[in-house]
């Protein structure tokens, strides 16, 4: 059972929009940075979106972040196929441990 | 840039140590926070620990009696010594740079399966 909570999926057709959230408490993501990962079939997570709403060199701005409080959100506009994945949100405890989400799977119907 | 490779052998006998290397070959060790993150099979994340090139460690409480993580900056690498080993230990282990409260970049992971 996962500190960070999301939802175990969510699907949605190519070109829509989708969000995963990402649910905490005061003492992680309340107080500290997110991250989003993606980790396509078979491969590494791979860095998405870090200090809750930056994309590193080389995200297209289809994917952003936000965070509110306790809760976080990855969206993802315009997509593709190619975009079936896990996701998982991470942040850090107020004990420098970093936590994961249970990750959500992604569809593109 | 940085390109990280695990190494270490891919089947562990129950109670025994789980041992894994990871090599830097792309850039300098110095300056960053290096982790261990692993997943079982068909689940999620779940983070193991992380050293400083300095030699500073933190770890997952769940793991801390059996976890050692160490650095050796002259071979640029750091290593993972997990003592004690259950199925449940059966996992991708991947190794990651910490940078900026993320992992930037990550290992391909290798599969560590613990059996007798």
């Known amino acids: 059972q996962s500190v960070l909570t999301q939802p175990p999926s969510v699907s949605a057709a190519p070109g829509q929009k989708v969000t995963i959230n990402c649910s905490g408490s005061s003492s992680n993501i309340g107080d500290n940075h997110v991250s989003w990962y993606q980790q396509l079939p078979g491969t590494a997570p791979k860095l998405l979106i870090y200090?809750?709403?930056k994309r590193p060199s080389g995200i297209p701005d289809r994917f952003s972040g936000s965070k509110s409080g306790t809760s976080a959100t990855l969206g993802i506009t315009g997509l593709q196929t190619g975009d079936e994945a896990d996701y998982y949100c991470?942040?850090?405890?107020?004990?420098?441990?970093?936590?994961f989400g249970g990750g959500t799977k992604l569809t593109v119907l | 840039q940085v390109h990280l490779q695990e190494s270490g052998p891919g089947l562990v006998r129950p109670s025994e140590t789980l041992s894994l290397t990871c090599t830097d070959s792309?850039?300098?060790?110095?300056?960053?926070?290096w982790s261990w993150i692993r997943q079982p099979p068909g689940k999620g994340l779940e983070w193991i620990g992380y050293?400083?090139?300095?030699?500073?460690?933190n770890y997952n409480p769940s793991l801390k009696s059996r976890v050692t993580i160490s650095v050796d900056t002259s071979k640029n690498q750091f290593s993972l010594r997990l003592t004690s080993v259950t199925a449940a230990d059966t996992a991708v282990y991947y190794c990651?740079?910490?940078?900026?409260?993320?992992?930037?970049?990550w290992g391909q992971g290798t599969l560590v399966t613990v059996s007798s």
């Open positions: 050293i400083y090139y300095s030699g500073t460690t």
């Open positions: 990651a740079r910490a940078s900026g409260w993320s992992f930037d970049s």
């Open positions: 991470g942040t850090w405890d107020n004990s420098l441990s970093a936590l």
């Open positions: 200090g809750n709403n």
């Open positions: 792309g850039d300098s060790i110095s300056g960053y926070y």
